[in-house]
C-alpha cells in the first residue's frame, strides 16, 4: 500500500515521543500490506474502527491516542488524515 500523509505521523511522532515505536510499526505494516478490505485491517488490528466512507480509526499505545485515515483499497492508497490524543478525538467531527 502507499501511505500519503506521512508528514502528519513524524510531526505528532515529535510530540509524543511514546508513539513512535507503534506509528514506526504500522508504517512499515501498512506500506507491506495488501489491503483489500475493511476485515483485512481488522484481521492484524482487531480494535480497529471502521466507518463510513473507508475511514478507519486507530487505537494506538492502548488508546491513549487515536489516528484516522481513509483507504482506497482499489488504488491501493491509505491516507493519513490526522492523529491526535484520546480527548482531542472526542473532539473531531467524524
Not at 501498512?30 to 466507518?51: F, H, M, T
Amino acid at each position: 500500500m502507499r501511505v500519503i500523509g506521512t508528514d502528519k505521523l513524524y510531526k505528532f511522532i515529535r510530540k509524543h515521543a511514546d508513539s513512535k515505536g507503534w506509528l514506526e510499526t504500522w508504517l512499515s505494516e501498512a506500506r507491506s500490506g495488501e489491503w483489500q478490505s475493511p476485515n483485512d485491517i481488522k484481521v492484524r488490528y482487531n480494535s480497529a474502527s471502521i466507518l463510513d466512507n473507508n475511514k478507519v480509526i486507530f487505537n494506538i499505545k492502548g488508546n491513549k491516542y487515536r489516528m484516522e485515515v481513509q483507504v482506497s483499497y482499489n488504488t491501493k492508497v491509505i491516507a493519513i488524515k490526522r492523529l491526535g490524543t484520546h480527548a482531542e478525538y472526542n473532539r473531531w467531527d467524524i
